[in-house]
């Protein structure tokens, strides 16, 4: 049995930071986010009914240390199909892995679809999406396409569901590149990090819930202006709470800042753009099409910056690699 499938990596507007305790791999709140089209994760799971031990291969190599995470994602699966084989898994990024760009939610979402797909199962969405969040929190966003609402009502009762589709609002983002290689601490590490010891973790709770509605708001009404407000103030304030951990959690680099020094100037020259930048120290420039080139050439010449990578925005998780 084999099942390959497609997904894009996400980039949250307003983001989660944060687990539930004792909920297992449940957010701590909701969150907003755009499907990157430019970059793909492309996974092939066979089953082997012969019996051996699950394998992962990730880019080529072999890889033990993620190897965990995938059979959390492929347990809801195999626990519906009463599949009882090893899994042999094949993932390849187009994209850098493991450094601040959603490989983790794509790879995932991908992971969730393929083995869903093996085993007869993809027909049956809310078993696909647990699978891709027993892997990780931001999976889910990874198997819709463009704006992308995830929802956590008090109760703990989870959906996922997307606002607009990328035609709908065509927004381009341009990707800033200023780090190679894995970043030093993990999300899923620097969240219960932060959880535990931060002073600004409760506060950043507490403003999620606002924040969420309002960037709801202006999505439906493509304010693009208040978008920008809310994304960058959401930004902030999670890797402000991050910062406040002990030991401090810095995913910036110098050619980070410098990179929100340069989107910030490019907006007050007039052009509609905003920046984002998740657990890593990689920005993300969010902007109306026409200002994508003035944007990326700008990103290009700060000093530091590896290159950039730039697109429109993605559309859902598929069955297959193309």
């Known amino acids: 049995m084999h099942g390959s499938a497609t997904a894009h990596p996400n980039v949250a507007l307003v983001k ?31 089953f082997d009914e012969a019996g051996g031990q699950d394998q992962l291969t990730l880019n080529g190599r072999a890889n033990s240390r993620d190897l965990k995470r995938v059979q959390d994602c492929l347990a809801p699966l195999r626990s519906r199909s009463a599949a009882t084989g090893a899994a042999a898994v094949d993932s390849r ?100 990090l932060t959880r535990r010891t931060s002073p600004f973790y409760k506060a950043w709770l507490a403003s999620q819930k606002s924040d969420l509605a309002d960037a709801r708001a202006a999505v439906a009404q493509r304010d693009f202006g208040r978008l920008a407000e809310l994304s960058e103030g959401n930004c902030l304030r999670m890797h402000a709470a991050a910062m406040g951990a002990s030991p401090p959690l810095v995913y910036f680099n110098g050619a980070t800042v410098e990179c929100i020094n340069r989107v910030r100037a490019l907006a007050r020259d007039g052009l509609p753009v905003f920046f984002t930048i998740d657990a890593g120290p990689q920005v993300k420039a969010v902007c109306l099409p026409d200002a994508l080139d003035d944007v990326s050439d700008a990103l290009g010449r ?16 598929r069955p297959g690699t193309p």
Not at 114 to 136: C, K, Q, W, Y
């Open 16 to 46: 989660y930071w944060g687990k539930r305790r004792s909920r297992g791999n449940l957010p701590a709140m909701g969150s907003l986010s755009l499907t990157l089209g430019f970059f793909a994760t492309r996974t092939t799971v066979r």
């Open 93 to 192: 990024n187009d994209f850098p892995t493991g450094a601040g760009l959603a490989s983790s939610a794509s790879g995932m979402a991908a992971l969730a679809l393929a083995g869903a797909t093996a085993l007869g199962l993809a027909e049956d969405p809310d078993l696909v999406g647990r699978a891709a969040m027993a892997g990780s929190g931001s999976a889910p966003r990874s198997l819709h396409g463009g704006f992308v609402l995830l929802s956590i009502d008090s109760q703990g009762r989870w959906s996922c569901r997307s606002l607009l589709s990328p035609d709908e609002w065509p927004l381009k983002v341009a990707v800033a590149i200023t780090q190679a290689g894995l970043k030093q601490t993990d999300s899923r590490s620097g969240m219960e």
């Open 302 to 317: 700060v000093p530091g910056v590896r290159r950039v990578l730039s697109g429109d925005l993605g559309g859902a998780a």
